[in-house]
């Protein structure tokens, strides 16, 4: 119960405030996790109270002929593996699901045949000029061009969640399923899936590798390596905890590939260097406690509570060294796309979450639903949601360089 209590003041010290949120934009008080204070675009439910038909291109015979046998065992079975807990509504979606399941290995041909077509049909579209003619006929036809706007952002949605399973496929791990207890658990325990800790932890380079067990000191505090005690936790705020790490995990691969890059080219900061670095973190380490930045976003708790284990890294210096707007920059996620893949994937994760303000503004959190987790169920759900927001970072740009996705700040 001690433990349980510790979590949940842990969430609530990372409430915004409305009056700096932002669609989009992860706003951080340290490098080593990122609070929610942003305005919901990515959600109304999980942060703002809190912090087309087919097509295939003529010729494309082996696609065609996957299509009809995929799309005749799906009807006959009536459903397909779960690989994942979101499942893909749009025909696209659809398909990349299907191959997913049966043909992973030509996942990445196919997307690339469909993003060729949705940049033709686009393309195409531009050029349509609008109805000279007033009044019904053009409101008409710019009904339909948003229509079908939409229906492109939605397959855009589906084509980028389709890439990031096949990465956890090709990296052998398994996406935790819908959070529900466990028929074979009589505790009644919703984390029965098994522990893939270490292959999670080695998708990432030594240094990201070490920002992230910083994130999950700040989480999990003195319980990081107590992977079988159990807690009994609202499932909003693990929810919450999720959607926070998938986009810490997107921030850390942004800064992690810029930082990759410098040192390969041997052009990091003054600084830098390993032994000037050794120095300045140990000098860093002594002045932590005293530095009020470093308390606010550690939570100000005592060692061995919540933000105990905080250690001073080459990565987490090197972020430290940008300023404002640069934070800013690798802070925001690029794509509305993606900000609406976290949401969604959060949400079939966590069902959605009925939220309920008092009069004074404030969550009414009675009508929370309680759910049992083991310490390690919630490191294993909080290093995948980090690797989740590292793959989005990377299948955003492969797909933004075929497709320009639609940018998230804009209307």
């Known amino acids: 119960m001690e433990a349980a209590t510790a979590i949940r003041?842990?969430?609530?010290?990372?409430?915004?405030?409305?009056?700096?949120?932002?669609?989009?934009?992860?706003i951080t008080n340290g490098p080593d996790f990122i609070p929610f204070s942003f305005k919901s675009r990515l959600s109304s439910r999980w942060?703002?109270?809190?912090?087309?038909?087919?097509?295939?291109?003529?010729?494309?015979?082996?696609?065609?002929?996957?299509?009809?046998?995929l799309s005749s065992a799906f009807e006959s079975d009536g459903s397909t593996s779960q690989i994942a807990?979101?499942?893909?509504?749009?025909?696209?979606?659809?398909?990349?699901?299907?191959?997913?399941?049966?043909?992973?290995?030509?996942?990445?041909?196919?997307v690339e045949q469909q993003l060729e077509q949705l940049q033709t049909d686009r393309d195409a579209e531009k050029k349509q000029e609008e109805p000279s003619a007033s009044g019904?006929?053009?409101?008409?036809?710019?009904?339909?061009?948003?229509?079908?706007?939409?229906?492109?952002?939605?397959?855009?949605?589906?084509?980028?969640?389709a890439l990031v399973v096949k990465k956890f496929m090709d990296a052998d791990v398994t996406l935790v399923p819908t959070l529900a207890p466990s028929s074979s658990d009589s505790s009644g325990r919703v984390d029965s899936w098994a522990s893939q800790d270490e292959k999670l932890e080695q998708l990432h380079s030594p240094e990201a590798h070490e920002m992230i067990q910083n994130h999950l000191a700040l989480i999990l505090g003195n319980r990081v390596s107590d992977a079988n005690s159990v807690a009994q936790i609202s499932k909003l705020r693990v929810g919450q905890v999720y959607a926070a790490s998938v986009m810490y995990g997107y921030f850390l691969k942004r800064v992690d590939q810029r930082f990759q890059l410098e040192k390969s080219m041997k052009v990091l900061p003054d600084g830098m260097n390993e032994e000037e670095t050794n120095i300045e973190m140990r000098s860093q380490s002594q002045?932590?406690?005293?530095?009020?930045?470093v308390?606010?976003?550690?939570?100000?708790?005592?060692?061995?509570?919540?933000?105990?284990?905080?250690?001073?890294?080459?990565?987490?210096?090197?972020?430290?060294?940008?300023?404002a707007e640069t934070l800013q920059k690798y802070a925001t996620?690029?794509?509305?796309?993606?900000?609406?893949?976290?949401?969604?994937?959060?949400?079939?994760?966590?069902?959605?979450?009925?939220?309920?303000?008092?009069?004074?503004?404030?969550?009414?959190?009675?009508?929370?639903?309680?759910?049992?987790?083991?310490?390690?169920?919630?490191k294993r759900l909080v290093l995948e949601a980090v690797t989740f927001g590292s793959f989005l970072w990377d299948v955003e740009s492969y797909v933004d360089s075929s497709f320009v996705a639609t940018d998230s700040q804009g209307c």
């Not at 979101?86 to 990445?108: A, K, M, N, T």
């Open 85 to 110: 807990p979101l499942r893909l509504e749009s025909p696209i979606g659809q398909f990349l699901y299907q191959i997913l399941v049966s043909h992973p290995h030509l996942v990445p041909a196919a």
């Open 333 to 378: 996620i690029r794509s509305k796309e993606a900000v609406s893949i976290i949401e969604k994937h959060t949400e079939a994760l966590f069902g959605r979450p009925e939220i309920v303000v008092t009069p004074q503004g404030t969550i009414d959190s009675s009508k929370d639903e309680l759910v049992k987790i083991s310490f390690g169920g919630l």
């Open 295 to 323: 308390s606010s976003w550690s939570g100000g708790i005592s060692p061995g509570g919540f933000g105990h284990g905080i250690k001073p890294t080459r990565l987490r210096t090197y972020v430290m060294s940008f300023d």
């Open 287 to 293: 002045s932590d406690s005293s530095n009020p930045e």
């Open 136 to 161: 019904t006929d053009l409101v008409l036809y710019r009904r339909i061009a948003e229509v079908k706007a939409n229906e492109r952002r939605k397959a855009l949605e589906e084509i980028l969640y």
């Open 47 to 69: 942060i703002k109270h809190y912090p087309s038909v087919l097509h295939s291109n003529p010729g494309s015979r082996r696609f065609s002929a996957i299509g009809a046998s």
């Open 9 to 26: 003041s842990s969430f609530h010290i990372y409430r915004p405030s409305n009056s700096s949120a932002r669609s989009g934009v992860l």
